[in-house]
């Protein structure tokens, strides 16, 4: 995962890693253009040389259906590209960490809500345009400067089938 820090991809400069799942690498880096740190998401390299082509169009979906959604509660895409089939996927660096990371000991109910609301609205917002999310979790549950909760992670979204799609997953299949 530090193979490439320091390096660009195209005008980001990746800084350090966030953190890895499944399909994909996370990292903090710095757009040299707008001049702001941002995150990348990246396939990772070892599951790029098994299946890739399932994988890149996970990934070109993930990058498309979050492009669709506008919702303050919703991490938005803010590029996306590839350099020397290394596609990526760049969002906000948000630095408030996880809700993961929050928790352990025992939240007041108020503090709970006040966290969980938004997220259900997030989630009902990308029901009603045909996205589920599939993989909502404390870590998947990120913490703006503010203190608002921020759903990431539609790597695993499944964009309910309308006619003439493809439909990359199904029912009893699990991939999360």
Excluded: C, W
Excluded at 1 to 17: A, F, Q, S, T, V
């Amino acid at each position: 995962m530090n193979d490439l820090i320091g390096k660009n991809l195209g005008r980001y400069h990746i800084i350090e890693p966030l953190g890895q799942g499944g399909m994909a690498s996370v990292y903090k880096a710095f757009d040299t253009t707008l001049e702001r740190h941002v995150a990348i998401k990246i396939i990772r390299s070892d599951i790029q040389t098994e299946n890739q082509g399932e994988f890149l169009k996970r990934f070109q979906r993930e990058a498309k259906s979050l492009a669709q959604l506008d919702h303050p509660y919703i991490l938005k895409v803010l590029d996306y590209g590839d350099q020397e089939g290394l596609p990526y996927l760049v969002m906000p660096f948000l630095d408030g960490g996880t809700l993961k990371e929050k928790m352990g000991k025992p939240m007041p109910y108020g503090q709970a809500a006040a966290l969980l609301a938004p997220i259900a609205e997030a989630l009902d917002y990308a029901h009603k345009r045909n996205i589920i999310h599939r993989d909502v979790k404390p870590a998947n549950i990120l913490i703006s400067q503010s203190g608002a909760p921020i759903l990431s992670d539609f790597g695993i979204a499944k964009i309910l089938v309308q006619s003439g799609s493809t439909q990359l997953t199904g029912a009893g299949v699990g991939i999360g």
